[in-house]
């Protein structure tokens, strides 16, 4: 291999490593975002971002996006000294600027408000909304810190959900058909937003199933009944066999 081509080798291989190496990103602590929401139900939770210039940019602009009703933000900025200064905003988004300069090691994002409507339900995966989506803005570059996404439930398809939920087992267990095709379609009338129908269905499925269970446990037992008939049977007529076969003097006779 000549220079040349050793260095354009060597060159490429420099850029492959170059973009493979992962950017420092800012990390993000949202131990405090629920895990779901009623709808209407008011929540609260605190997100807390750190290593914010760790890409080398100085200042950048934060966004934040809800889909919250009636929501209002908190952003505190925290310095290296522990001081703090806070901004308060309403609405679905926001945006405010972090600079190094101002001395900011991280930022605490305060997020409440309530959970909206389902504009579709969904078993499995449930359905889920926007709880926060936080951005970091550069120039024109947008980079998603990271993305919340809560699930959002009424009370009857809370309800029509355990059903299914407490039926499904059964129906697994039971090897019944028509117990499965009965909770499917308790799942698409769950999907459908018809939660009593659902709600019955699953309890339709659990029954068939249970009912498919106790027919297969007594058609096993009485399987076991002809097979021990059987059995004894051709023992005693194994006996009765031998006895007819043998003679004065045989201890059988």
Known sequence: MNWSRFSRTLLS??????????????????????????VGEEAQATITLQDLYEDGTDEWTLRGRTRLTNATWTVRMVTLNGDTSSQTFTGRTFETTVSAAENVERVEVVVRGRAPDVREFSYDPPQRFEFAR?????????NV?????????????????????????????????????????????????????????????????????????????????????????????????????????????
């Open 134 to 142: 936080l951005s970091k803005i550069v120039g024109d570059n947008v």
């Open 13 to 38: 291989l420099l850029v492959l490593v170059s973009l493979a190496t992962p950017v420092a990103a800012i990390t993000a602590d949202s131990s405090a975002v629920p895990d779901q929401q009623r």
């Open 145 to 253: 810190v990271d993305t919340w996404r809560v699930h959002h439930y009424t009370q009857s398809s809370q309800e029509a959900r355990q059903a299914i939920e407490e039926a499904e087992p059964v129906v697994s267990g039971a090897g019944s058909q028509e117990a499965r095709d009965q909770l499917n379609r308790a799942i698409q009338a769950f999907e459908s937003g018809e939660f009593g129908l659902a709600s019955d269905l699953a309890s339709d499925a659990e029954s068939t199933a249970r009912n498919a269970q106790q027919s297969s446990r007594t058609l096993r037992l009485a399987l076991i009944g002809v097979g021990v008939v059987v059995v004894l049977a051709l023992v005693a007529g194994g006996v009765l066999y031998l006895r007819s076969q043998s003679g004065p003097g045989d201890p059988l006779g």
